[in-house]
């Protein structure tokens, strides 16, 4: 069994004594001194105070706002000021303060034993931010926002990969320019992914509800992206974070083909392919460990036209297409910060396995976890193989229908419905992994797949959700 906690704070965008010091002192956002910290640490306590009414514990405060502690210099000398005028006078304010992280909060609460209310499904109010009624002693329900049914998996999947390719191309970038293998940076390219990710990451509930006209400018200056992709009154939020997305994938992924050719000094023709058109495949390891996983790649697989996968000594690798798209799978092991080079062979005589698929689903399994599965393919038992331990499993979906929002959260209107059994429900089955898909109608466009790799000792669950439609 699960449990989100979600002791939310009430909404102070900025901080309740100005907007943060990184943007150089004012008349509203004095710097720290003799003469300013007294007034500082009374609004503090007042605002730690006055939510001891609906919190239980200690007070959370979050202090800053979008794009703040740029200059950690200025934001954390400011406020350590205030913290440790504050721990000085503790006979006055009747509290210590200290700074702490997300995890130390909650491991501290969590401590504390405390009972808090449970809200069961996702059927409860979601409000948005900004009103808290009656200064937080009436209708509290209103504060609850964990996101939950905000967030559009699909989207969110994008930025996270987007997000990985843009993480891999800055080290690959770095590698290349301080070894010389690049004459000349190239980060200007950079720049776009920067831009679209620094939105979208912060940004990551949109539900696309609210029309982009106005609303989001681009962030930096000059040198960077010209604008949202669609400033105008018929194009919604999402589709304009999308476009952005887009491009972001776009310029990362031309910074790894350039510095990965460079770097690995192949020639042009082996330019980086992810189209299923090149017959040599570098991966890159941007890590600082080694790694082995399956790695997935777009090949060519009609009929006759099955690749073998060879490793860097020609030796064959066990691979395995996939049932329902056009996508291949191998497990692959790549050195830190390093390079793992594999090869298409379409004359070989070891080629990638067509899965057998099967109607229905009951049970997957390798040598180290057991899956059961209901009729209508959701997971419902695991089994752990190695020490005999087992796991039961719930599963449910929910959808919210004619719900509204802001481009952050949705304010729910309508209790959530949950959905049928699914339409069509499959087992895989090959030597790379096995994993029970199950799809609902087109009405729902709802995908999942539970997927077993073979010598791993966890489950990947993959969710395709509310896909849009980009050009």
């Known amino acids: 069994k699960t449990a989100i906690l979600t002791h939310v704070i009430e909404w102070n965008y900025g901080t309740f004594i100005g907007q943060g ?45 979008d794009f703040q502690f740029v200059d950690a210099v200025a934001m954390f000398g400011n406020m350590s000021y205030i913290v440790d005028y504050m721990n000085d006078n503790k006979a006055t304010y009747g509290m210590h303060v200290q700074f702490a992280t997300l995890s130390n909060y909650f491991d501290y609460l969590h401590s504390l034993k405390l009972t808090f209310p449970v809200k069961q499904f996702v059927d409860f109010e979601y409000g948005w931010p900004h009103v808290i009624p009656q200064n937080l002693t009436g209708n509290v329900t209103i504060q609850y926002q964990t996101g939950a049914p905000t967030s559009r998996s699909a989207h969110k999947m994008h930025i996270r990969e987007v997000s990985q390719q843009h993480r891999a191309a800055e080290t690959v970038h770095a590698l290349g320019v301080a070894t ?17 990710l620094g939105v979208t990451q912060h940004h990551d509930s949109v539900p696309g509800t609210m029309s982009a006209e106005g609303t989001y400018v681009h ?45 690995a000094q192949a020639p042009e023709e082996l330019f980086f392919s992810q189209d299923g058109n090149s017959s040599t495949l570098i991966l890159y390891n941007s890590l600082s460990h080694a790694r082995t996983q399956m790695v997935v790649v777009a090949a060519p697989t ?24 056009e996508q291949l799978y191998f497990e ?10 594999y090869y298409f062979d379409y004359s070989g005589s070891s080629p990638a396995v067509l899965p057998t698929v099967a109607t229905g689903a009951t049970t997957i399994s390798n040598d180290k976890l057991k899956l059961t599965f209901s ?97």
């Not at 952005?244 to 510095?259: F, K, R, T, V, Y």
């Not at 060879?310 to 049932?323: F, K, N, R």
């Open 332 to 341: 692959a092991t790549v050195p830190a910060l390093g390079f793992a080079t």
């Open 375 to 471: 009729a209508d393919g959701l997971l419902t038992y695991v089994d752990n193989l190695q020490d005999g331990s087992r796991v039961r499993v719930t599963q449910q979906y929910f959808e919210y229908f004619n719900s509204s929002g802001g481009p952050y959260c949705l304010i729910e209107t309508n209790a959530a419905r949950q959905l049928p059994a699914a339409s069509s429900v499959f087992t895989v089955t090959g030597p790379v992994f096995e994993e029970v898909v199950f799809m609902f109608t087109d009405q729902y466009d709802l995908e999942q797949r539970i997927r077993l790799p073979r010598s791993a000792d966890n489950i990947q669950c993959v969710h395709h959700i509310n896909q849009l439609a980009l050009n």
């Open 302 to 325: 009609g009929p006759g036209n099955r690749p073998t996968i060879l490793d860097s000594y020609g030796a064959p690798v066990v691979a395995q297409l996939d049932a329902f798209t």
């Open 180 to 196: 010389g293998a690049l004459p000349v940076s190239r980060d200007h390219i950079l720049m776009t992914a920067w831009d679209a």
């Open 21 to 65: 010091f990184q943007w150089g002192p004012s008349s509203s956002n004095p710097s720290m001194g003799p003469d300013t910290v007294k007034t500082a640490a009374d609004k503090v306590a007042a605002f730690a105070r006055n939510r001891t009414q609906v919190y239980q514990g200690p007070v959370m405060i979050v202090w800053g706002s």
């Open 219 to 263: 962030w930096g200056g000059a040198d960077h992206n010209p604008g949202p992709a669609c400033n105008q009154n018929s194009c919604m939020v999402l589709e304009d974070y999308g476009r952005m997305l887009n491009d972001g994938a776009d310029a990362s992924l031309q910074i790894l083909a350039e510095s990965l050719q460079t770097l």
